[in-house]
């Protein structure tokens, strides 16, 4: 019964092996297509993170896409403003000459006005016979003496009056020089705040911009990594899968230890 015994055996042999070379080339296979899958899915996953902050973008670069050389502009202008260009030198003393620009107020034809009033003061003296006498030497004087008082008073009031305006010429003109400065000064500055507030608002869009890419590639990254794992893990598992003729052998000395175990209790073969 010895040969019966064999045979059974070989033919447990036969069908553990080729059971056991199947279950690794199938495991095998299921394997590879895991990892196959796992690198599909991702490439999937980078293109999807692309296709999200693309979308992002494309909601904020209209408003923020200039916002990196709008912010080196308003820091460059912001190291660079000098302020000191707006500063107004003290005016000088004000000068004028009160005598001379009542001397040059006199009336021209002053000579001629004496000599008609003196005129008549001699005139009427030698009507009444005391041209030479001291009354009318004093008659000529006092008239001289009044008709210059009188233009001297005249002149200096108009030399005060030219006085008065060129005073109001000199403080408006220092108070001009203050205004232009102020008005430049302001423009500026009002230039400067105009970019503060873009540059405010523009970085505030960028902020949210940044933090929703950011937000989407740590999610991809996420997800990569851990399918990364998965297929590594995969990969692990398929490396310490037997191949098919391993497989085949450890099953077929399986099934013939187990074959012919049960063979010889079977027959009583000792």
Same mark, same amino acid.
């Given at each position: ?58 909601? +904020? ?31 000088? $003393? ?10 040059? =107020?006199?009336?021209?034809?002053? =000579? ?15 009507? !009444? ?6 009354? #009318?030497?004093?008659?000529?004087? !006092? ?12 002149? !200096?009031?108009?030399?005060? =009056?030219?006085? #008065?305006?060129? +005073? ?16 430049? !000064? ?21 902020? $949210? ?62």
């Amino acid at each position: 019964m010895l040969p019966l015994a064999v045979g059974v055996a070989a033919v447990g042999a036969l069908s553990g092996g080729a059971s056991s070379a199947m279950d690794a080339s199938n495991k095998r296979k299921q394997l590879k297509a895991y990892i196959k899958q796992q690198k599909a899915i991702q490439g999937e996953i980078r293109g999807v993170e692309g296709k999200r902050t693309g979308e992002i973008n494309q909601t +904020y670069d209209p408003l923020t896409g200039t916002f990196v050389q709008n912010a080196n502009d308003y820091f460059g202008d912001l190291k660079n403003v000098d302020y000191t260009k707006y500063n107004v030198d003290s005016p000088d $003393q004000f000068n004028f000459d009160m005598a001379q620009a009542t001397q040059d =107020e006199l009336n021209p034809d002053i =000579e001629a006005i004496i000599n008609r009033s003196t005129g008549a003061v001699q005139q009427s003296a030698a009507n !009444r016979g005391g041209l030479f006498s001291g009354a #009318t030497a004093k008659g000529i004087a !006092r008239s001289t003496a009044d008709i210059q008082a009188a233009e001297w008073d005249k002149a !200096r009031g108009r030399a005060q =009056e030219t006085r #008065t305006n060129k +005073y109001q010429e000199f403080i408006d003109t220092f108070n001009n020089a203050i205004k232009v400065k102020d008005f430049n !000064r302001g423009n500026e500055t009002a230039n400067l705040d105009a970019k503060g507030t873009l540059f405010t608002g523009q970085g505030n869009l960028f902020g $949210q911009q940044q933090q929703q890419v950011q937000g989407v590639q740590n999610a991809a990254d996420t997800a990569y990594f851990q399918s990364r794992g998965e297929q590594a893990g995969a990969a692990a598992q398929k490396a310490g899968t037997p191949g098919f003729w391993s497989s085949f052998a450890q099953g077929a000395l399986g099934g013939l230890s187990g074959s012919a175990g049960g063979a010889v209790s079977a027959y009583g073969v000792k």
